[in-house]
């Protein structure tokens, strides 16, 4: 295993061919497939069920209810996490590096469900990510709730393929088992993840609720690494549940979010540190800075956020990428020094779908400039069939794109992501849409609006959505860099066989580095 890797990388990163996206046609967004997936033939021959619908999948993940009612304990298992890799020999500065100025890797978010909808990236990734030299996983490795028994099944064995080295910032739910399955993965460390005791008159409440750590079978881990992923240029030890990845071109930076979105005040000055210089920069996050048109700038134990330091013009950061929300979401934000950053959002690795139609038109750029896949109106139309097969009223509730699409623009007031030549929305269209969750674009909520019995159906929407069937609305970045430029295309998955070979390119966006 290695920490280090000085591989030259490729003259120029090739081209990948793409499919018609779904701006372009509801073919592109997978509405009609004209040939089945292949991604049923890698799935195991007994594939567990996996729905957040069931109670069983809530409870094993009451650790997020734990942490947010009493306090997150991830600061302190980290840093005696950290400190036992530390005094293993791991070099201060966390940082892997790598001699090639021009090189290739894959992103991909919130994979580790197991189930169809993480397979169905498998075949376009392989694909798209042919001649890159390393992939990165941003946030939740293993759902529900990061069991090292679950890594054979949802890490191992879907990525076996894959030739080149992976490595990972966990998510949320890779703590609920306190960073001990994620740990013995890609740190080589087994640690006490147990939580410091919590104080106060109620501390017996999160005692008793906290969900403990499950075993870590050494042997088993080790036999499903060398059956799935043992080939001598698949292996990496990282340095710690945050790192750096350093290149002559760029250093990408992946912090260790925990549960709540925050990071502890060692991990705030290594990433001070190590953010230091005029050297181009990438972060890469379990909580994403910007979402849904909010700003969530993730706090650092002491005082600062981690946005201030990458706004910092010092620090010279060009893109914020993170996982946790199940879609992709691109915010070109122009700082008061005129730069543009790039606040991305990639979870679409493989989880259940966060709808998109929920997102309001954007205030934090302009709304001609965002970007985000699934398009809205795919969005609506996707859970609009869901709920008219849930609940049996096909007839009321089953949006067409098309229908789907002119909802949206009329209740947000945007030019839509594909044009039709379509008439005003029916008022069937226009009540589905407001039902699902699509917000008035430019006017202020009735206080109603604002209450929580109406906001408490829209919480849990997506979670309970999962589906298995095409299109899936599912994305993975790949990233180029040369010397001169650093380029982030998002690919969109369908689930449609025709897509998996050249799959579409849904975003793409050139960032200069000098």
Known sequence: MRAEDGADGAAEPPRVPASANSRMSEAGAGWECGAPGTFDALLPHRVPGFSWRRPTILWRSRNDVVARLFGDPADAIRRRCVTALRERGTPAAFTVHRSAPRFSFLLVGDTGE????????????????????????????????????????????????????????PGNHDWYDGLRGFLHVFCDLDADCSPPPWRGPLSFVPRLFWRASGTVERSVLAEARRAYR????????????????????????????????????????WLREVSAGPKP???????????????????????GTVDEIVRDPAHHYVAAIGGDIHNYQRYPVRLEDGRVLHYIVSGG??????????????????????????????????YSRLYGRWLRLPRLFELSPREATAAVQHRLGIEPGRGYDAPAPSARARFVAGLLGVPRGGRPRPRFARLPVRRLPQRFRSELADWDTPPFFKNFLRVDVTEDELRIRCFGVTGCGDHETSPPCEDEVPIPLR
């Open 114 to 169: 197991g189930d169809k909808s993480q397979y169905a990236v498998v075949p376009p990734l392989l694909n798209a990510g042919a001649g890159t030299d390393f992939m990165v996983i941003a946030s939740d490795v293993i759902y529900p709730a990061g069991d090292a028994g679950q890594y054979p099944a949802k890490f191992f064995r879907p990525y076996k393929d894959y030739p080149a080295p992976i490595y990972a910032v």
């Open 230 to 269: 043992g080939a001598p240029g698949q292996q990496a030890v990282q340095p710690g549940p945050y790192w750096a990845i350093d290149t002559p071109s760029l250093r990408i930076v992946g912090i260790d979010t925990g549960i709540t979105g925050r990071i502890d005040r060692d991990q705030g000055a």
């Open 281 to 303: 920069k990438m972060l890469v996050t379990g909580k994403p800075l910007y979402v849904d048109d909010q700003h969530r700038p993730c706090p650092i134990e002491g005082g």
């Open 349 to 382: 690795g493989g989880a259940f779908m966060h709808a998109t139609h929920v997102i309001p038109r954007t205030r934090v750029v302009d709304e001609g400039d965002f970007r985000c896949y699934p398009l809205r109106g795919d969005s609506l139309s996707r």
